[in-house]
Protein backbone atom coordinates (compact mmCIF):
# COMPACT_ATOMS: atom_id res chain seq x y z
CA UNK A 1 0.00 0.00 0.00
CA UNK A 2 2.99 2.24 0.76
CA UNK A 3 4.48 1.18 -2.31
CA UNK A 4 1.37 2.14 -4.33
CA UNK A 5 1.08 5.46 -2.70
CA UNK A 6 4.92 6.30 -3.46
CA UNK A 7 4.21 5.56 -6.88
CA UNK A 8 1.10 7.62 -6.96
CA UNK A 9 2.90 11.12 -5.54
CA UNK A 10 5.95 10.09 -7.64
CA UNK A 11 3.66 10.78 -10.76
CA UNK A 12 1.45 13.56 -9.77
CA UNK A 13 5.55 15.62 -8.40
CA UNK A 14 6.79 14.71 -11.76
CA UNK A 15 3.25 16.72 -13.60
CA UNK A 16 3.67 19.74 -11.06
CA UNK A 17 6.97 19.42 -11.94
CA UNK A 18 6.94 19.46 -15.90
CA UNK A 19 3.70 22.06 -15.32
CA UNK A 20 5.92 24.66 -13.51
CA UNK A 21 8.89 24.31 -16.07
CA UNK A 22 6.18 24.98 -18.70
CA UNK A 23 4.88 27.32 -16.64
CA UNK A 24 8.09 29.42 -16.42
CA UNK A 25 8.86 29.14 -20.18
CA UNK A 26 5.48 30.55 -20.69
CA UNK A 27 6.54 33.36 -18.68
CA UNK A 28 9.96 34.23 -20.04
CA UNK A 29 8.91 34.18 -23.60
CA UNK A 30 5.68 36.82 -22.64
CA UNK A 31 7.84 39.04 -20.61
CA UNK A 32 10.27 39.20 -23.25
CA UNK A 33 7.35 39.89 -25.82
CA UNK A 34 6.74 42.57 -23.77
CA UNK A 35 9.20 44.05 -23.74
CA UNK A 36 9.51 43.89 -27.77
CA UNK A 37 6.55 45.50 -28.17
CA UNK A 38 7.06 48.10 -25.53
CA UNK A 39 10.40 49.49 -26.69
CA UNK A 40 11.14 48.25 -30.15
CA UNK A 41 7.65 48.13 -31.42
CA UNK A 42 6.22 51.28 -29.62
CA UNK A 43 3.27 49.49 -29.30
CA UNK A 44 2.44 48.08 -26.09
CA UNK A 45 1.22 44.87 -25.26
CA UNK A 46 -2.08 45.08 -23.36
CA UNK A 47 -2.01 41.03 -22.10
CA UNK A 48 1.32 39.56 -22.30
CA UNK A 49 2.20 41.21 -19.00
CA UNK A 50 -0.71 39.77 -16.99
CA UNK A 51 -0.46 36.68 -18.94
CA UNK A 52 3.40 36.32 -17.66
CA UNK A 53 2.57 37.51 -14.21
CA UNK A 54 -0.55 34.68 -13.87
CA UNK A 55 1.62 32.13 -14.61
CA UNK A 56 5.00 32.65 -12.64
CA UNK A 57 2.23 32.52 -9.88
CA UNK A 58 1.70 28.66 -11.05
CA UNK A 59 4.97 27.78 -11.38
CA UNK A 60 5.99 28.93 -8.16
CA UNK A 61 2.83 27.11 -6.93
CA UNK A 62 3.08 23.78 -8.88
CA UNK A 63 7.43 24.12 -8.08
CA UNK A 64 6.59 24.30 -4.35
CA UNK A 65 5.52 20.44 -4.75
CA UNK A 66 9.09 19.20 -6.51
CA UNK A 67 10.89 21.32 -3.03
CA UNK A 68 9.10 19.69 -0.47
CA UNK A 69 9.59 16.35 -2.23
CA UNK A 70 13.19 16.47 -2.05
CA UNK A 71 13.43 18.12 0.96
CA UNK A 72 15.03 21.60 -1.05
CA UNK A 73 13.00 23.83 1.24
CA UNK A 74 15.05 26.17 3.94
CA UNK A 75 15.92 24.39 6.97
CA UNK A 76 17.85 25.41 9.88
CA UNK A 77 20.85 23.05 9.94
CA UNK A 78 21.97 23.64 13.42
CA UNK A 79 18.93 22.50 14.90
CA UNK A 80 20.13 19.08 13.00
CA UNK A 81 22.78 18.72 14.55
CA UNK A 82 21.60 19.85 17.87
CA UNK A 83 19.16 16.98 18.19
CA UNK A 84 20.22 13.52 18.60
CA UNK A 85 20.16 10.85 15.72
CA UNK A 86 17.33 8.83 17.45
CA UNK A 87 15.40 12.02 18.01
CA UNK A 88 15.75 13.25 14.04
CA UNK A 89 12.14 11.49 13.05
CA UNK A 90 10.19 13.05 15.79
CA UNK A 91 11.71 16.06 14.18
CA UNK A 92 10.75 15.20 10.92
CA UNK A 93 7.69 14.63 11.99
CA UNK A 94 6.98 17.43 13.74
CA UNK A 95 8.33 19.63 10.46
CA UNK A 96 6.09 17.62 8.56
CA UNK A 97 3.27 18.46 10.82
CA UNK A 98 3.54 22.32 10.76
CA UNK A 99 3.61 21.94 6.74
CA UNK A 100 0.63 20.06 6.99
CA UNK A 101 -1.10 22.74 9.04
CA UNK A 102 -0.25 25.52 6.42
CA UNK A 103 -1.03 23.82 3.25
CA UNK A 104 -4.14 22.80 4.76
CA UNK A 105 -5.03 26.03 5.43
CA UNK A 106 -3.86 27.08 2.14
CA UNK A 107 -5.97 24.42 0.11
CA UNK A 108 -8.90 25.46 2.31
CA UNK A 109 -9.15 29.38 2.01
CA UNK A 110 -7.32 29.34 -1.60
CA UNK A 111 -10.70 27.28 -2.97
CA UNK A 112 -12.52 29.39 -1.11
CA UNK A 113 -10.94 32.71 -2.51
CA UNK A 114 -11.06 31.07 -6.34
CA UNK A 115 -14.63 30.82 -5.78
CA UNK A 116 -15.06 33.94 -4.79
CA UNK A 117 -13.02 36.32 -7.14
CA UNK A 118 -14.77 33.46 -9.84
CA UNK A 119 -16.81 36.47 -11.40
CA UNK A 120 -13.99 39.10 -11.64
CA UNK A 121 -11.92 39.23 -15.48
CA UNK A 122 -8.26 39.64 -15.66
CA UNK A 123 -7.37 42.67 -17.02
CA UNK A 124 -6.64 43.03 -21.12
CA UNK A 125 -8.11 39.46 -21.26
CA UNK A 126 -11.47 37.88 -21.39
CA UNK A 127 -10.48 35.62 -18.64
CA UNK A 128 -11.86 34.87 -15.21
CA UNK A 129 -9.27 35.31 -12.48
CA UNK A 130 -10.52 32.30 -10.62
CA UNK A 131 -8.02 30.94 -13.01
CA UNK A 132 -4.84 32.41 -11.18
CA UNK A 133 -6.34 31.92 -7.51
CA UNK A 134 -6.41 28.27 -8.50
CA UNK A 135 -2.73 27.71 -8.52
CA UNK A 136 -3.19 28.59 -4.51
CA UNK A 137 -4.95 24.96 -3.39
CA UNK A 138 -3.96 23.12 -6.55
CA UNK A 139 0.08 23.93 -5.74
CA UNK A 140 -1.19 23.35 -2.28
CA UNK A 141 -2.60 19.92 -2.91
CA UNK A 142 0.21 18.87 -4.75
CA UNK A 143 2.73 20.12 -1.86
CA UNK A 144 0.97 18.10 0.87
CA UNK A 145 1.04 14.62 -1.32
CA UNK A 146 4.80 15.43 -1.74
CA UNK A 147 5.04 15.84 2.44
CA UNK A 148 3.10 13.00 2.89
CA UNK A 149 5.40 10.88 0.93
CA UNK A 150 8.51 12.18 1.93
CA UNK A 151 7.44 11.71 5.62
CA UNK A 152 6.42 8.19 5.20
CA UNK A 153 9.54 7.45 2.80
CA UNK A 154 12.36 8.88 6.23
CA UNK A 155 10.18 6.79 8.78
CA UNK A 156 10.23 3.12 6.84
CA UNK A 157 14.20 4.04 6.44
CA UNK A 158 13.66 4.54 2.57
CA UNK A 159 15.12 7.83 2.28
CA UNK A 160 17.90 9.39 4.84
CA UNK A 161 16.68 11.83 7.52
CA UNK A 162 17.54 15.98 7.56
CA UNK A 163 18.04 18.41 4.38
CA UNK A 164 18.86 17.51 1.71
CA UNK A 165 21.74 20.51 2.12
CA UNK A 166 23.13 18.89 4.97
CA UNK A 167 24.95 16.25 2.31
CA UNK A 168 26.94 19.08 0.70
CA UNK A 169 29.72 20.28 3.37
CA UNK A 170 30.62 16.72 3.80
CA UNK A 171 32.34 16.66 0.26
CA UNK A 172 34.22 19.37 1.18
CA UNK A 173 37.33 17.61 2.97
CA UNK A 174 38.06 15.97 -0.14
CA UNK A 175 38.67 19.20 -1.62
CA UNK A 176 41.01 19.51 1.06
CA UNK A 177 43.25 16.90 -0.19
CA UNK A 178 43.99 18.50 -3.64
CA UNK A 179 45.94 20.92 -1.46
CA UNK A 180 49.54 19.33 -1.28
CA UNK A 181 49.03 17.98 -4.84
CA UNK A 182 49.69 21.32 -5.83
CA UNK A 183 52.05 22.20 -3.27
CA UNK A 184 54.04 18.86 -4.23
CA UNK A 185 55.28 20.17 -7.55
CA UNK A 186 56.41 23.39 -5.25
CA UNK A 187 58.78 21.13 -3.38
CA UNK A 188 60.39 19.13 -6.30
CA UNK A 189 60.99 22.09 -8.19
CA UNK A 190 62.66 23.85 -5.36
CA UNK A 191 64.74 20.78 -4.10
CA UNK A 192 65.07 19.34 -7.71
CA UNK A 193 68.35 16.81 -7.52
CA UNK A 194 69.23 18.33 -11.04
CA UNK A 195 69.90 21.76 -10.12
CA UNK A 196 72.18 20.26 -7.02
CA UNK A 197 74.01 18.04 -9.04
CA UNK A 198 74.64 20.39 -11.67
CA UNK A 199 76.25 23.12 -9.68
CA UNK A 200 78.90 21.79 -8.51
CA UNK A 201 80.38 21.05 -12.15
CA UNK A 202 81.75 24.49 -13.03
CA UNK A 203 83.96 24.54 -9.71
CA UNK A 204 84.96 20.81 -11.09
CA UNK A 205 86.15 22.13 -14.30
CA UNK A 206 87.88 25.55 -12.73
CA UNK A 207 89.14 23.72 -10.39
CA UNK A 208 91.43 21.79 -13.35
CA UNK A 209 92.10 24.26 -15.28
CA UNK A 210 94.09 26.40 -12.32
CA UNK A 211 95.92 22.71 -11.62
Not at 112 to 125: D, I, K
Not at 156 to 179: F, H, L, M, Y
Request: aromatic share 8%; hydrophobic share 55%.
Amino acid sequence: MLELFLRLERFTSRIALIAAVAMLVVSVSLGFYQVLTRFVFDAPSTWSEVMSRSSMIWCVFLGAAACFRGGYMMAVEVIYKLVPARALVWLELMVALCCLIVLAILVYFGTQMTMRVSAQMLSGVQISIAWVYAAIPVGAAFSVLAVLARIAAQVTRREPIGPAEAEAPAERPQDSSAVPLRQAPRHDVSSSPTKSSAAPTPTGLTGRTRS
